[in-house]
């Protein structure tokens, strides 16, 4: 069984046929998906399709990117509140994006910081995105006390492709390491040498879709069922069998969320 441990099926074109991406996932073998909310404003739609289906969780948070006039002010409060229903078992995805906005700006930071403290507040782990602002995201987790090392709840580091010292870092304050479909691609060679060296059981795989579809799919519109593709270049990269690859990677869902194997499968 795989376990794919960031998607966004409540959105665009996956939320359309979302029947279909569940049969696709059931004929793959991909058991668990988290739905990972982008803003407050698609928090129903994730939720709803967790508490439907018993092996979907979602998170509650909002992505770095939209324009404050967009999301508002984030009351931490409101978010723990949100974070309390069982079927909520993560703050985000959160953390800094200076690809699409000018470096450190005050919004964005704020927000991320209200959302490490709602992860303490509320005792669930963060989901971090981060792009072109590696340095600050791990000064900032570090300032909040996010990682289990300062009394918070930890996390993962979402679609990972920073270097080995980032890596680290994030490995030093208890944070998992997901990898996407970006290991897939050919010009991925230094980020598939830094998976190698990254421990088994602080893995994770994930698609990130409707996005970053791997490499076998690529120009198609990315769904869990594909994160077999991460798994198994996981599994070329380590020199081990996949079977290693989806077990590890499922556990390691299972403890940092928190959540039950009810599939009984090994
Ligand atoms: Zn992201
Ligand atoms: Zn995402």
Redesign the pocket.
Known sequence: MYVDS?C?IHLRELAKRQDEVLRNMAANQVSHALC?T?SLADFPAALALAERIDTIHSTVGVHPNPDPKDVGELDMEKLVELASHPKVVAIG?TGLDYYRVKPRQKWQMDRFRTQIRASRACGKPLVI?TRQAAEDTIKILQEEGAGLDKGGFGGVM??FSETMPIARAALDMGFYISFSGVLTYPASKDLRSIARLIPLDRILIET?SPWLSPQAFRGKTNEPAYVVEVAKQLAMVKGMPVSRIARHTSENYFRLFGIADNTHSS
């Open positions: 960031h966004h990972v982008i995805e995105h979402h679609c990130d």
